[in-house]
């Protein structure tokens, strides 16, 4: 009786994240999509029913905001848990003063995903990214540096924004690490 219940909360988040997506506007290959509280952990990244209940169940829900996104036509290399990634992003805080950007360092962060390296809206809001896949992160404090901030650059209760786009994974580059600096 228990998987029963579970089967349909599941399968009314799951509907709701289907409206939420297909709801986004398209324009381009380009998708805004702007979603409140949950958004599945990668927008295209359900393969069947099973995958994205197992998605709902196994808590891979964000609480970050994709707000813009790039994917590339095809999806070859994909960002998962525990793999070992680069990216290029530019952080900002909510009125545009950007605090640190990897595109002017020309040197992309290596981390490996899901481990706790970088701050969590990060964790969640890069999984499933395709390589040469851009995304804008719109992340809450308490999924970035919280109340506490990290001084003197980023306040505490900031909201950040990140342009990210995912360059390298597990040591497969796109065009030998190039990247496009170009803002979403």
């Not at 709801?23 to 380009?30: I, N």
């Not at 793999?83 to 950007?101: A, E, N, P, Q, W």
């Not at 924004?161 to 979403?184: I, Q, Y």
Request: net charge positive; with cysteine; glycine share 12%.
């Amino acid at each position: 009786m228990r998987t029963g219940f579970v089967l349909n909360v599941a399968s009314i988040f799951l509907l709701l994240a289907f409206v939420a997506i297909g709801s986004a506007k398209k324009s381009g290959d380009v998708t805004e999509l702007q979603i409140g509280v949950k958004v599945f952990y990668s927008l295209n990244q359900c393969p069947s029913l099973k995958a994205c209940i197992d998605a709902i169940l196994f808590k891979k829900l964000i609480d970050c905001i994709f707000t813009k996104m790039h994917k590339p036509k095809t999806c070859e290399v994909q960002a998962h848990k525990g793999d070992s990634i680069k990216v290029h992003y530019r952080g900002k805080l909510t009125d545009g003063t950007v605090f640190d950007s990897s595109f002017e360092r020309g040197d992309p962060i290596e981390f490996q995903l899901g481990s706790g390296q970088v701050i969590k809206g990060w964790d969640q809001g890069i999984l499933g990214m395709c390589l040469g896949e851009k995304r804008k992160l719109k992340i809450p404090a308490k999924l970035g540096y919280g109340e506490q901030g990290s001084p003197p650059t980023i306040p505490g209760g900031a909201t950040l924004v990140f342009d990210t786009e995912l360059v390298g994974v597990n040591g497969k580059t796109l065009d030998g690490g190039k990247s496009d600096d170009s803002e979403l």
